[in-house]
């Protein structure tokens, strides 16, 4: 059995690898202590000073002219600034020892429903080697990984979006920044309910007013608040260090001001102990899991260009459903659209970025009032999987806009 180290242990350690990411990163020492933190949550108002209030992001606007600026003084080099965060904020790291975590969930719908909860359960060894848990209301599945591949048992269908993002707010909150290309990145003070952190907006030239953001307390690296993909917005409280990281444990995500996930980590602990029995799966697991799979959610991560579209399909409103089938490097093998207007899916663009992300526009019609699109971007879901190819079955429908909160994808 996998068993949790000697508590006295861990203090020892903790500070151990605090003063040598420091020390290694350069990275200004926390200013305040964890524990002294005021709890910061996404709301219109607060009515005490304990609270941050980040406004609730319903709306943006975007320069649509676009147009290249000149490198600004306050800009970031965002591939060195995400490794450097990466070693600093959750867990997604290869350097760590093995680990614990067990984490509670709450999903809600738009109408504040609590439509999910349950309990994801990880052990951790190395990137090969680790199992994965989720025990739901309506969801049940385990994965073992080992040098033998990733094999599952329970249910057999992929994690949804909501489902992955309770391990990502966790334990890696820069996944979501490191799918981005293209973009650059500035630093930026910003002041919410009279509270000033440090923040680092990742932009295009496009000019979103509400773009991408990940903020911190002040000569920090402490997160606070991301600003993600769509409307996600993450408020991280109650941090505690961990192997020298600084790992929230209350994560709030709101979607359009509305609570969409709420975690609680429970239990994080070292192993001690690491048997290989607790890695192989039982004889009805199935695996290795490889070939063609499906049931992979999409998610619209990545908006490098507008849509053009002929004079006919504007003013309409229509679904294209498009068959994608993706190699295990990433890039797309074939495209073919099975559903839909003809001149609608004739007029799905694919564009390639980097040699792996794609992006396929799907549908648009436009108005005096606002603007409708619905996009999809393909993952690199050669990180996540090892068979030759996901075949991939897209549905995304047109989503509506009204004028008070444009459902566009801003990055």
Known sequence: MLR??????????????????????????????????KTLVVAIETKTDSVIAVPPATSVSMNLRGGKKPPAADAVDLPNWLSKE?????????????????????????????????????????????????????????????????????????????????????LAPFSYAAT?????????????????????????????????????????????????????????NQIAPFQGRNLAHQVDVTDGGKPYLKLHVETIELISHVDDADFVPPADALGPLGDRVTGVSPQPINMSSYPQWPSSMRAQHFVVQVEIVIGKDGHVVSARAVSGPPEGYKACKMQYENGFSNLIWCSTSRSRWNRKWSAAIIRPWSRLLRGDYLALPLWWPLLEMPRTRARTWPV
């Open 4 to 37: 949790p180290a000697p508590i006295l242990l861990i203090p020892l350690l903790v500070a151990g690898w605090l003063t040598r990411a420091h020390a290694q990163e350069g990275h200004p020492p926390t200013a305040n202590s964890p524990k002294d933190l």
């Open 86 to 170: 990466e070693a600093l904020n959750g867990l997604q790291s290869t350097d760590l020892l093995p680990w614990h975590i067990v984490v509670t969930y709450d999903q809600f719908d738009e109408d504040g429903d609590n439509v999910d909860s349950g309990v994801y359960e990880e052990y951790w060894v190395g990137a090969k080697k680790y199992k994965r848990i989720y025990k739901g209301d309506n969801f049940n599945q385990t994965d073992y990984a080992s040098d033998k591949g990733l094999y599952r048992h329970g249910d057999q269908h992929w994690p949804t979006r909501a489902q992955s993002q309770i391990r990502t707010e966790v």
């Open 180 to 236: 981005l290309q293209g973009f650059h990145g500035r630093n930026v003070e910003r002041t919410f309910s009279g509270y000033k952190l440090q923040c680092v907006l990742i932009e295009r030239d496009s000019g979103i007013s509400d773009p991408t953001q990940y903020c911190f307390e002040l000569d920090s690296s402490v997160l606070r608040y991301n600003r993600g993909y769509g409307w996600f917005q993450t408020a991280y």
